[in-house]
């Protein structure tokens, strides 16, 4: 009787010990799977040209986020970004711009989960929308209030803090924007974002 038991407990602590191998290389093999979601949180500035015919340069500041979804097992990510940057006075006028741009599109990513550096190249197209008393008038060769196409063309470098935090060293991008400006409808516009990553939703 006793030499039954002690089989049977045996086989328990077999069957036990398979049991608590098998959650932790499920736990572990979860824990390497990268994540397929994140949500970044940027400071932007931006460097644009609305007048025609010469620079005519001021910046603006601002900020917003993106969102970003991988595509199982492939390199490639659907974006979502929302921006708004402002200015006080352009090139000492008195007169204010507000920006807001509007994109999504395609991030390219290749895979290299085993490096710190995570660099990226994007293509993103959307809506811009300018307000402010530069929009509205107080310049005849900008554009009045309203919203234009819009593209961005560029990428990034992020720094993995961690599993589920990196650091947005820097993105730049190059923005066109299409306001009317009663010459040639087009603005070419150098933004620079920084910020934080959050990552979720493992694969």
Request: aromatic share 8%.
């Amino acid at each position: 009787m006793q030499l039954r038991m002690k089989k049977a407990f045996a086989l328990l602590m077999i069957i036990a010990a398979a049991s608590a191998a098998t959650a932790m290389s499920q736990t572990a093999a979860k824990a390497d799977k990268p994540f397929r979601g994140e949500l970044a949180l940027d400071y932007s500035y931006l460097r644009s040209n609305a007048p025609p015919g010469g620079c005519g340069c001021f910046s603006l500041n601002g900020g917003g986020g993106a969102f970003a979804w991988q595509f199982n097992s492939l390199p490639v990510a659907v974006v979502a970004d929302a921006d708004v940057m402002h200015t006080g006075s352009i090139a000492g006028t008195g007169t204010s711009l507000t920006l807001s741009t509007f994109t999504a599109g395609g991030r390219y990513r290749p895979r290299l989960e085993h490096l710190p550096l995570q660099p990226y190249g994007q293509v993103l197209v959307g809506l811009a929308h300018a307000n402010a008393t530069l929009a509205q008038g107080a310049n005849s060769s900008v554009s009045k209030t309203g919203s234009a196409f819009a593209s961005n063309l560029g990428g990034g470098l992020d720094l993995r803090a961690s599993r589920r935090f990196s650091i947005r060293l820097i993105e730049a991008d190059y923005l066109v924007t299409t306001f009317n400006n009663n010459v040639n409808n087009h603005q070419n516009n150098l933004r620079i974002s920084a910020g934080l990553v959050i990552k979720f939703a493992r694969e």
